[in-house]
């Protein structure tokens, strides 16, 4: 089984940028997937985008596509979520998730993966 740890949350101004990293340790060969989402106050977690881990294609949300960019060097076992232009909405916990065994069609879902960070909180001040 994997762990999954997020860094690299912080306050910046609209406008701004941010990167996030999601470090996975422990069993990675068993490893298909990332996902990262997010959690703002009295809101449901929502899925902001997925990485699959050999090929490292990407899906994003509607709201995440031009600004948000997921990411994994083959050599490393951590995965970037790089934000730009972000906006004081974007302001959230953010999470990332293992998903192990298989791809899975609704990978969208938070349910399907297998391990999860505790999150690290991005605000973004207009």
């Not at 996030?20 to 929502?46: D, N």
């Not at 699959?52 to 031009?66: H, M, P, V």
């Not at 993966?113 to 973004?124: K, M």
Request: charged share 20%; hydrophobic share 35%.
């Amino acid at each position: 089984q994997v762990q999954v740890a997020e860094s690299g949350g912080g306050w910046v101004q609209a406008g701004g940028s941010l990167r996030l990293s999601c470090e996975v340790s422990g069993r990675t060969s068993s490893m298909y997937g990332v996902g990262w989402f997010r959690q703002a106050p009295g809101k449901e977690r929502e899925w902001v985008g997925s990485i699959r881990w050999r090929s490292s294609l990407t899906y994003y949300a509607d709201f995440a596509k031009g600004r948000f960019t997921i990411s994994r060097d083959s050599a490393e076992t951590t995965v970037h979520l790089q934000m730009d232009s972000l906006k004081p909405e974007d302001t959230a916990v953010y999470y990332c998730a293992a998903l192990e065994g298989q791809w899975r069609w609704n990978y969208k879902d938070s349910a399907v993966y297998n391990a999860r960070g505790q999150g690290t909180q991005v605000t973004v001040s207009s």
